[in-house]
């Protein structure tokens, strides 16, 4: 009890309340020695239980409307999801529902219903080569011995990190030679249907933009990111016959991944709140379409609630 008390000083009711807002992408079905971040069924339930002692979880709506307002209650947590994956539906929302918890899901909308992301493809892609070596000197991408788990996981944090910020039209390309050069085959339901978004909203869940092909909205020209924001939204609409007022940003850094001018875009298209990925909890001072996010990856009680409560702290950055 005496973290939940420390979270209230921290996070009080009313307009000196922070809000935190933890980011999740899978809940995976067992361990994975290539994702090691990720959690499995087993550890998410016991996030979720150390979540529900020492805060009070809301819809992000809610919360960002409560907020804005000073009304926002005591030790107010937000759950999200990127992205869009399958065990979304399949793993997260019956352990959300069995503990009475709304979260929001973040969805690329591109690659429901059989699509890959680009970075999945490396991280299968690695998974699935039976070379000794996966030799990508020609493509200035080096060469990465496979002989180990511990080989794999550093092939791929390596070839994400150089691929990641080029050009998306060059990085698919690049992704898919660096697949043929494996020679492997990937896999095609990573990603939700369109039915298993329909079964999260159904479900009380809610759904969010998080743009159609998942580009660095900085990395892009300005008619094409105010495509990729607008196309988003309408695609989810349409598919859920139901207005869309979510949005977080692709990778999210506020000055490097995203600038002022696609804040205003999703302003222009009417999203009533957006996340990035900046550290630190949300005052009643930050702006509705830039509020932080935080994941806490520790795996104790303890540390974790440490961690939660040193996030509550935290100054969080944000365009001005």
């Known amino acids: 009890m005496i973290l939940r008390s420390i979270a209230g000083l921290l996070s009080p009711a009313g307009p000196r309340a922070r809000l935190s807002i933890l980011t999740f992408h899978r809940v995976l079905s067992q361990p994975d020695v290539l994702l090691p971040d990720e ?29 804005k307002a000073g009304t926002l209650p005591g030790r107010a947590a937000v759950i999200t999801f990127d992205d869009g994956y399958a065990n979304n539906a399949v793993n997260a929302l019956p352990i959300l529902q069995r503990h009475g918890m709304s979260a929001t899901f973040f ?29 990508l000197a020609d493509l200035n991408l080096g060469r990465h011995p496979l002989a180990s788990m511990e080989d794999r996981r550093t092939a791929i944090n390596a070839l994400i990190g150089k691929i990641k910020y080029l050009e998306p039209i060059i990085r698919a ?49 300005d008619a094409e990111a105010d495509d990729e924001i607008m196309r988003s ?34 302003g222009h298209a009417g999203f009533k709140a957006a996340v990035s990925t900046a550290v630190g909890a949300a005052t009643q001072a930050s702006d509705p379409l830039q509020l932080p996010r935080f994941k806490p990856w520790d795996r104790t009680a303890l540390r974790y609630g440490v961690r939660m409560l040193n996030n509550l702290r935290a100054p969080a950055a944000q365009l001005a």
């Open 173 to 221: 390309k690049i992704v898919d030679a660096v697949r043929e050069r494996a020679a492997v085959t990937l896999p095609t339901d990573l990603m939700m249907r369109s039915d298993q978004v329909v079964q999260l909203h159904r479900a009380g869940m809610q759904i969010g933009a998080h743009t159609c092909t998942h580009p660095i909205l900085s990395s892009i020209t």
């Open 233 to 266: 939204k309408q695609q989810l609409e349409g598919l859920l016959d139901a207005p869309v007022t979510l949005f977080a940003y692709p990778n999210g850094r506020p000055g490097r991944d995203y600038h002022a001018k696609h804040v205003d875009m999703l």
């Open 107 to 135: 969805v690329a909308t591109s690659f429901l219903d059989g699509g890959r992301m680009w970075n999945d493809a490396i991280i299968e892609t690695v998974r699935a080569c039976t070379q000794a070596q996966l030799d």
């Open 39 to 67: 959690p499995d069924i087993q550890r998410f339930d016991e996030e979720l239980r150390w979540l529900a002692r020492w805060f009070q979880v809301l819809p992000l709506d809610e919360a960002a409307s409560r907020l």
